[in-house]
């Protein structure tokens, strides 16, 4: 406010003055760090990419393990084929991961976005490369800050053409979910890849380079909700990232020799490696901030710093507010962990899950849609029988044959229903769907006039030739209609 009054004293009449609406972004440098939380994101970015990058490759009863086919509306998960009937599952997927994310925020807070989240992990890999290139935080400044000259030209190119080969190869893999991988690869090796992949391929490489390489911290600040809502799921008993202020207090530079009690210090030396290592510039000093991503660079750099002063590490380091008001030890902090909203976040995600897995176990590998005929909802046909007509779409989900037998059951005056199929059983190959047109007679005798309720019971017949573990059938009601004159 007083810097506003006084520009607008010092303003001339009739004179502007131009203000930028929005803070230019200062690039951050960070500083590379070892340490143990550091291993913990080297083997969280090694897990995530092994698997992210392997998993296409692996075949899987002579196809892809992991193919989302959305041309042929199936999703093949290993074992596992899902159809778009089964978009109940994805629903729970993401119910389950957003319950994951609810209990390891209040548990630890941003644990998902310190160690793997996308943007994190990719980020840590184009950081590496352009460490690898340009050299440590000191050498890039001086290489941005420098003047241009081949060297500076030499360098950009080549992390930046690293950049954009592994962001091609992500993108590549991405769509490799969507296409046989192994098919794409030979289109891309012979120039002959489509229009659509093509341009998923480029798209998704471009996210890549663009929010790893060049937006980087900005995708965490300003694009990601989670940084918004995150305070929303911690409480006091949230494990945090937290600088000692009781212990670090008054900070000071100092040499080694010196005993910081006698000249009225802290441990903290101010020495700043906890603002250059961090990957969004924050100074943890200042409390917790919605910029932390919880990666704990801080606390391994202040460690370093605190063993190499001869201090006790744990300057920096992951506790709970009311640990540093009252004094307590890890063990003390860990016991109030297990508070009611981590229990309810922990039993509605065990209960969702098991629910989740029982269903996928114990669901019948067929599923059955009855259509009734449109052009005509009955007709008398030889010896003055009533016949509907229905169409059964079958959908055999294994991944092997089965065959199958019709039946039709009805209420006491549709007795002694007959079906007549094209054939009977009906042999459908795996993974695949079959329209069956099915009539059904009934006798007119002892049928009253109206609408009927009738339940069509598909079931796999079991022989020799194709040997089930056990019998399954599925049963679809649907209604059978006898005209007026019937009685």
């Not at 992991?66 to 509306?73: G, Q, T």
């Not at 053409?161 to 592994?166: R, T």
């Not at 007119?444 to 017949?461: C, L, M």
């Amino acid at each position: 406010m007083n810097d506003a009054l006084k520009s607008s004293e010092l303003r001339k009449p009739g004179e502007f003055i131009e203000e930028a609406l929005y803070e230019v972004r200062e690039k951050i440098y960070p500083r590379a760090v070892g340490g143990w939380f550091a291993g913990w994101r080297v083997a969280m970015v090694l897990a995530t990419q092994i698997v992210f990058y392997g998993t296409p490759w692996l075949p899987w009863n002579g196809r892809q393990a992991v193919l989302f086919d959305l041309a042929a509306r199936k999703f093949h998960i290993f074992g596992l084929v899902l159809w778009p009937q089964d978009f109940i599952y994805l629903t729970l997927l993401l119910v389950i991961s957003a319950l994951a994310l609810f209990l390891f925020t209040a548990v630890a807070g941003r644990l998902w976005c310190g160690y793997a989240c996308p943007q994190t992990v990719y980020t840590e890999i184009f950081m590496w490369i352009e460490r690898k290139v340009e050299g440590d935080r000191q050498h890039r400044i001086k290489l941005d800050s420098g003047p241009f000259s081949f060297r500076k030209l030499r360098l950009k190119t080549a992390k930046h053409g690293l950049w954009i080969a592994l962001a091609l190869w992500t993108g590549f893999t991405f769509v490799g979910y969507f296409t046989p991988i192994r098919e794409l690869a030979g289109e891309v090796a012979t120039l002959a890849l489509g229009p659509w992949e093509s341009f998923w391929v480029l798209f998704y490489g471009f996210a890549t380079y663009g929010n790893a390489g060049w937006m980087r911290e900005q995708v965490c600040l300003h694009m990601c909700p989670y940084a918004r809502f995150q305070s929303a799921m911690f409480d006091t008993d949230t494990m945090i990232i937290t600088y000692d202020k009781a212990r670090g207090e008054p900070r000071g530079a100092r040499a080694r020799s010196t005993d910081p009690k006698a000249a009225g210090l802290g441990d903290c030396v101010d020495c700043g490696i906890c603002v250059q290592v961090c990957p969004t510039g924050i100074d943890i000093r200042k409390g917790l901030q919605y910029e932390c991503i919880g990666c704990a660079a801080c606390i391994d750099g202040c460690d370093r710093v605190m063993n190499k002063m001869g201090y006790r590490p744990g300057l920096i380091r992951y506790s709970t507010e009311n640990a540093l008001r009252h004094g307590w030890d890890f063990r003390q902090m860990v016991k109030r962990a297990l508070r009611p909203r981590v229990l309810v976040y922990a039993a509605i995600l065990a209960a969702v899950a098991l629910g989740a897995a029982a269903s996928l176990a114990l669901r019948t590998p067929i599923k059955v849609d009855v259509i009734r005929d449109r052009a005509g909802l009955a007709r008398e046909v030889e010896g003055g029988k009533i016949e509907n007509v229905y169409r059964l779409q079958i959908m055999n989900t294994e991944e092997r044959s089965h065959r199958f037998v019709i039946k039709v059951t009805g209420p006491d005056d549709l007795e002694h229903l007959e079906v007549l199929t094209e054939t009977q059983p009906l042999e459908i190959g795996p993974v695949s769907s079959r329209a069956v047109p099915v009539r059904v007679r009934a006798e007119p005798e002892h049928a009253r006039k109206g609408s009927k309720p009738i339940t069509f019971i598909v079931e796999a017949s079991d022989d020799e030739k194709h040997p089930l573990p056990e019998v399954f059938s599925v049963r679809e009601k649907s209604s059978f209609f006898v005209p007026g004159e019937s009685r």
